[in-house]
């Protein structure tokens, strides 16, 4: 049987009353955490909160993670300004599924809608070509076209 184990490192140096990085992993029994709670300018762990912050949970300015939302979020579900993520919910949303907007996915429900299957004011996708929304997508057509 492996022993469970935890992780935690900070930065001495602050900024803004945050630490410059805290990394936290794993449960620390000894303070009744059941996992790693990092709070940082860079947080790193099991649920991360920070300027930028990596983890399961993450939430912060730019969050990466299964579970991410901030104003840039990068994740399984992203939920921010611009998400990106299998399921993706913002302002700008980009993924498997995208609400958003604008929305880019293989299923995208939006404003401006574009996708396999494509849901909003103004589409594209395989059956509509809205021309509002070809004027609006024509900038990133060319990834779409591999071209």
């Given at each position: 049987?492996n022993?469970?184990?935890?992780v935690?490192?900070s930065s001495s ?6 630490p ?9 029994l000894e303070?009744?955490?059941s996992r790693?709670?990092?709070?940082g300018?860079?947080a ?11 983890g399961?949970v ?16 990068i ?13 993706a ?12 907007w ?12 574009c ?10 996708d395989?059956m ?9 997508f ?10």
């Open positions: 049987m022993p469970v184990t935890c935690r490192k140096v602050c900024i803004g009353g945050l410059l990085y805290e990394i936290a992993f794993g449960p620390d303070k009744g955490e790693g709670y990092a709070r300018v860079i790193i762990g099991d649920v991360a909160t920070g300027w930028l912050a990596v399961g993450a939430r912060g300015i730019i969050a990466l993670g299964g579970l991410a939302w901030g104003v840039v979020a994740g399984g579900c992203g939920l921010g300004i611009l998400a990106l993520g299998g399921l919910v913002g302002f700008l949303a980009i993924g498997g599924g995208a609400v958003g604008a929305a880019i996915g293989g299923g995208a429900v939006g404003y401006y809608a996708g396999g299957g494509a849901w909003g004011k103004f589409v594209l395989a509509h070509r809205s021309p509002e929304a070809v004027d609006f024509k900038p990133c057509l060319h990834w779409f076209q591999g071209g």
